[in-house]
Protein backbone atom coordinates (compact mmCIF):
# COMPACT_ATOMS: atom_id res chain seq x y z
CA UNK A 1 0.00 0.00 0.00
CA UNK A 2 0.98 3.77 -0.65
CA UNK A 3 -0.10 6.92 0.79
CA UNK A 4 0.44 9.87 -1.33
CA UNK A 5 -0.42 13.30 0.54
CA UNK A 6 0.19 16.61 -1.51
CA UNK A 7 1.07 20.42 0.09
CA UNK A 8 1.77 23.57 -1.65
CA UNK A 9 -1.19 24.75 -3.20
CA UNK A 10 -2.44 28.44 -2.57
CA UNK A 11 -3.78 31.41 -4.12
CA UNK A 12 -1.29 32.71 -6.70
CA UNK A 13 -1.70 35.98 -8.85
CA UNK A 14 -1.54 35.36 -12.97
CA UNK A 15 2.51 35.04 -14.06
CA UNK A 16 3.37 33.78 -10.45
CA UNK A 17 4.98 30.81 -9.52
CA UNK A 18 3.86 28.04 -6.97
CA UNK A 19 5.57 24.32 -5.99
CA UNK A 20 3.26 21.62 -5.14
CA UNK A 21 5.33 18.14 -3.10
CA UNK A 22 3.88 14.78 -2.86
CA UNK A 23 5.44 12.50 0.27
CA UNK A 24 5.24 9.26 -0.27
CA UNK A 25 5.21 6.37 2.71
CA UNK A 26 4.25 2.51 1.92
CA UNK A 27 5.56 0.61 -0.26
CA UNK A 28 8.98 1.18 -1.96
CA UNK A 29 8.43 4.67 -3.43
CA UNK A 30 11.50 4.49 -6.11
CA UNK A 31 10.11 1.36 -7.59
CA UNK A 32 6.88 3.51 -9.06
CA UNK A 33 6.66 6.20 -11.65
CA UNK A 34 5.22 9.52 -10.43
CA UNK A 35 2.21 11.85 -11.62
CA UNK A 36 0.52 15.02 -11.27
CA UNK A 37 -2.56 15.73 -12.74
CA UNK A 38 -5.26 18.33 -12.24
CA UNK A 39 -8.96 18.93 -12.15
CA UNK A 40 -10.68 21.73 -12.22
CA UNK A 41 -14.40 22.44 -11.57
CA UNK A 42 -16.65 21.19 -13.61
CA UNK A 43 -14.17 19.38 -15.86
CA UNK A 44 -12.49 15.60 -15.66
CA UNK A 45 -9.22 14.97 -14.42
CA UNK A 46 -6.28 15.48 -17.03
CA UNK A 47 -2.66 14.64 -16.94
CA UNK A 48 0.12 17.36 -16.19
CA UNK A 49 2.78 15.52 -15.69
CA UNK A 50 4.90 12.65 -14.88
CA UNK A 51 8.70 11.16 -14.21
CA UNK A 52 10.08 7.89 -13.95
CA UNK A 53 10.88 6.38 -10.98
CA UNK A 54 14.86 6.92 -11.73
CA UNK A 55 14.06 10.69 -12.71
CA UNK A 56 15.88 10.63 -15.82
CA UNK A 57 12.53 10.62 -18.11
CA UNK A 58 10.12 13.29 -17.83
CA UNK A 59 6.90 14.31 -19.86
CA UNK A 60 4.22 16.95 -19.74
CA UNK A 61 0.70 17.72 -20.82
CA UNK A 62 0.49 20.46 -23.79
CA UNK A 63 -0.96 23.09 -21.61
CA UNK A 64 2.03 23.10 -19.50
CA UNK A 65 5.10 22.34 -21.25
CA UNK A 66 7.33 24.94 -20.62
CA UNK A 67 5.99 26.23 -17.46
CA UNK A 68 6.04 23.36 -15.16
CA UNK A 69 8.28 21.23 -13.78
CA UNK A 70 8.08 17.80 -12.70
CA UNK A 71 11.05 16.42 -10.23
CA UNK A 72 11.67 13.60 -7.35
CA UNK A 73 14.01 12.83 -4.74
CA UNK A 74 13.86 9.53 -3.74
CA UNK A 75 15.83 9.97 -0.80
CA UNK A 76 13.20 11.96 0.46
CA UNK A 77 10.00 9.95 -0.87
CA UNK A 78 9.02 12.99 -2.70
CA UNK A 79 8.01 14.43 -5.88
CA UNK A 80 8.19 17.97 -7.07
CA UNK A 81 5.70 20.68 -9.06
CA UNK A 82 7.59 23.44 -10.17
CA UNK A 83 4.76 25.54 -11.46
CA UNK A 84 5.69 29.27 -13.41
CA UNK A 85 4.51 31.99 -15.22
CA UNK A 86 0.60 30.57 -13.75
CA UNK A 87 -2.78 31.42 -15.84
CA UNK A 88 -6.04 31.75 -14.31
CA UNK A 89 -6.94 28.03 -16.43
CA UNK A 90 -4.44 26.24 -13.99
CA UNK A 91 -6.94 26.84 -11.30
CA UNK A 92 -7.54 23.76 -10.33
CA UNK A 93 -7.48 20.37 -7.92
CA UNK A 94 -3.97 19.02 -8.32
CA UNK A 95 -3.61 15.31 -7.46
CA UNK A 96 -0.44 13.48 -7.49
CA UNK A 97 -0.47 9.35 -8.85
CA UNK A 98 1.78 6.43 -8.80
CA UNK A 99 1.35 2.77 -9.11
CA UNK A 100 3.20 -0.18 -10.97
CA UNK A 101 2.88 -0.26 -15.11
CA UNK A 102 4.17 1.28 -17.80
CA UNK A 103 5.74 4.14 -19.32
CA UNK A 104 4.05 6.93 -20.32
CA UNK A 105 0.91 6.23 -18.77
CA UNK A 106 -2.03 9.57 -19.00
CA UNK A 107 -4.89 7.99 -18.39
CA UNK A 108 -6.76 8.09 -14.64
CA UNK A 109 -7.31 4.27 -14.61
CA UNK A 110 -3.52 3.73 -15.11
CA UNK A 111 -2.47 4.33 -11.87
CA UNK A 112 -3.16 2.39 -8.47
CA UNK A 113 -2.76 5.34 -6.04
CA UNK A 114 -4.04 8.95 -5.36
CA UNK A 115 -3.14 11.94 -2.74
CA UNK A 116 -6.58 13.26 -1.47
CA UNK A 117 -5.05 16.47 -3.63
CA UNK A 118 -4.13 20.90 -3.03
CA UNK A 119 -5.97 23.48 -4.31
CA UNK A 120 -4.93 25.74 -6.48
CA UNK A 121 -5.74 29.15 -7.28
CA UNK A 122 -4.24 31.73 -9.96
CA UNK A 123 -6.54 35.04 -9.96
CA UNK A 124 -6.21 36.93 -12.86
Known amino acids: QVQLVESGGGLVQAGGSLRLSCAAS????????RAWFRQAPGKEREFVAA????????YYGDSVKGRFTISRDNAKNTVYLQMNSLKPEDTAVYYC?????????????????WGQGTQVTVSS
Open 97 to 113: ATGPGGWFRVKIDEYDY
Open 26 to 33: GRTFSTYD
Open 51 to 58: ISKGGGST
